[in-house]
């Protein structure tokens, strides 16, 4: 085992674990359940060969729990409250079976339509699942990230949230899948049973490696804008609080006094001035000023 591939699974595993205990613990506000399901497909289907195949104790301890967190974190966000109760549905929208699932398995299938060898049972319904967790793998985060992208855009009240329960896992995922990378086109230079198996998924690798970097990319941005450009994110920021205030009634020239209260006000300058002036005429006793 290399250094990026021990580093890379530390990542993975440490950020799987903090998506656990936030699903453990209930704070699942910013949780998309349906990345933590396509995280564990990819488990899934990627560790076939644990199996029938023993590499190592640390490879088989590894997967197993790879599967057992991912699985747990998805009963937690199903089954336990108070998770299942503040998990937010409407923030998590993707139609995943549809619009990512049913693509990456076209993908992997047609990819693999095109393999020269033949078809061997056991070896290519491993290698073709393989080849569709690597397709999953690339857009598997992508519901967890349009949310980050949603939570941001809809007020300064999520900010917190996001950044301190979402971010860190999902940064963390990110220097995994980098990492991993480096691990594969290390062991390619090093490992030749493993650099022929990648000279058949080289281009699956490629374009998959493609469309994360681009996934990622936009999540690091959104994160890090704050830090890059303080100055539009203070005027975004009073933007914001702005158009709060008014949604909430306040007048911001006012100073905080609201919008209802300034019209009360002016409805009673308005009944004062159509009102007779009545003490101000002469009376009977009184002489008539010249």
Partial sequence: MNVYRGLGDLSRMVGTIIFFLMAWKGNTSAISRKSQELYLMVSITRYLDLFYTFYSMY??????LYISLGAATVACLYFKEPGCSTYNAAQDSVQHWLHIVVPCIFIAVAYKSQDPRGFYPLEDTTELMWTFSV?????????????VRRSFQNGRKYHCVVRDAICVPLFLFGIYRFLYLLNWGYRAMTEPSFAFMLSHTR????????????IYSEFFY??????????????????????????????????????????????????????????????GNEAPRL
Wanted: proline share 6%; with cysteine; charged share 15%.
């Fill in 203 to 214: 281009l699956v690798l490629t374009v998959s490696a493609f469309v994360q970097v681009l």
């Fill in 135 to 147: 397709v999953l793998e690339s857009v598997a985060m992508l519901p967890q990230l349009l949310m």
């Fill in 222 to 283: 959104i994160v890090l804008r704050p830090y890059l450009c303080p100055a539009r994110a203070e005027l975004a920021k009073a933007d914001q609080t702005g158009a709060e205030e008014i949604g909430a009634g306040v007048d911001p020239e006012v100073g905080g006094a609201t919008v209802n209260g300034t019209q009360d006000v002016v409805k009673t300058i308005a009944q004062q001035q159509q009102q007779p002036a009545t003490s101000m005429e002469p009376t």
């Fill in 59 to 64: 490879n088989a301890l590894m997967k197993i």
